[in-house]
């Protein structure tokens, strides 16, 4: 589907409520390690840290644009995420508490990202399957860079392997949640999956984190927090235990640890920018009034 194509309502509110989830998250999703770079350990591993955090921003801005190309307007879609009407992952909203954490989240966080996002590039809505390409290849690099943080902790002092195991313990179950409620408690799957939107459900997208994460922390030395985890010849993939999802839909609500931090970090930064939006406005004007003269 292209954005002049005919398309029903549904399909095209499905699109915006993801697309615009998507993005949301993107942005918000720059909090958690933007509160590392000030702190990080080098220049080497800060200069890293910042091209990362903006490469988030980017990935915020080809969604917004896949959403405009379906008539949704990024202003309102600004004020829907303000007010709570629109949600974003709900990943960022558990601190950052050590440096291990900015690892854990490109490992693990950005694992799961990946294997979300990579079914996307293919799914049936055109300018939203050709978004996914170039975030998927920065996220791949996002990754490789959060396990070489990790890498790196695990093999240095007892301190910094006790930091990275610490960062791994509290951020596996939240990056499990991240692939949303279980295929038979989430009401948008099956109407998504018919549509092409979703290409794979949450439940398998998720098992397939765990198989390709597994062996990743073995390569790591370190352990993940799930005693139940263990290869499945029968199955052909990794068993693993009950993730409690009261936590994620608690989260999703709004009752995280760092929900209302996250939302009044973000409405803060919007307000101080609005002589941004202000100037750019009046300067478009300018240049209209121009080119009509
Ligand atoms: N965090 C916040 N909300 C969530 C999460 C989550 N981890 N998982 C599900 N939800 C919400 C859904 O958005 C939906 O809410 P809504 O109907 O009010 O919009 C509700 O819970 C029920 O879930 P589902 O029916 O399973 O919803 P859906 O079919 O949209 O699937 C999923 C959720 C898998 C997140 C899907 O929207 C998706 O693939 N989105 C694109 C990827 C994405 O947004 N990634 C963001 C984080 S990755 C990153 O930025 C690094």
Known sequence: MEPRDE?????????????????????????????????????????????????????????????ETLGADRADLLDMLHDGRQKYSSIFNYPTLTWADVGAIGWLVDGAAIVNQVPL????????????????????????????????????????????????????????????????DSPNSAQSMAWGIKRFSNDDLRQRFVDMTVPQAEALGLTLPDPDIRWNEERGHYDFGDIDFTELF????????????????????????????????????????????
């Open 7 to 67: 398309m029903p309502e549904g399909y095209r509110k499905t699109l915006v409520r993801q697309i615009a989830q998507h993005a949301h998250s993107e942005i918000i999703g720059m909090q958690p390690e933007g509160n590392w770079i000030s702190r990080a350990p080098s220049l080497r591993r800060k200069a890293i840290l910042m091209a990362k955090v903006q490469d988030e921003a980017g990935h915020g801005l080809y969604l917004y644009a896949a959403a």
């Open 121 to 184: 590039c293919r799914c049936s809505y055109g300018p939203y399957a050709r978004a996914m390409v170039r975030v998927c290849k920065e996220e791949s690099f996002h990754q490789r860079q959060g396990f070489e943080i990790l890498h790196t902790l695990a093999h240095g002092t007892p301190a910094q392997r006790a930091m990275a195991q610490d960062a791994v313990d509290r951020y596996w179950w939240p990056s499990l949640m991240m692939f949303g409620p279980p295929d038979d």
């Open 250 to 293: 608690e989260v999703i609500r709004g009752n995280g640890p760092c929900n209302q931090q996250r939302m009044d970090h973000r409405v803060a930064a919007h307000e101080d920018g609005a002589w941004v939006r202000d100037a750019a406005s009046a300067y478009a004007a300018k240049q209209a009034e121009r080119a009509e003269g």
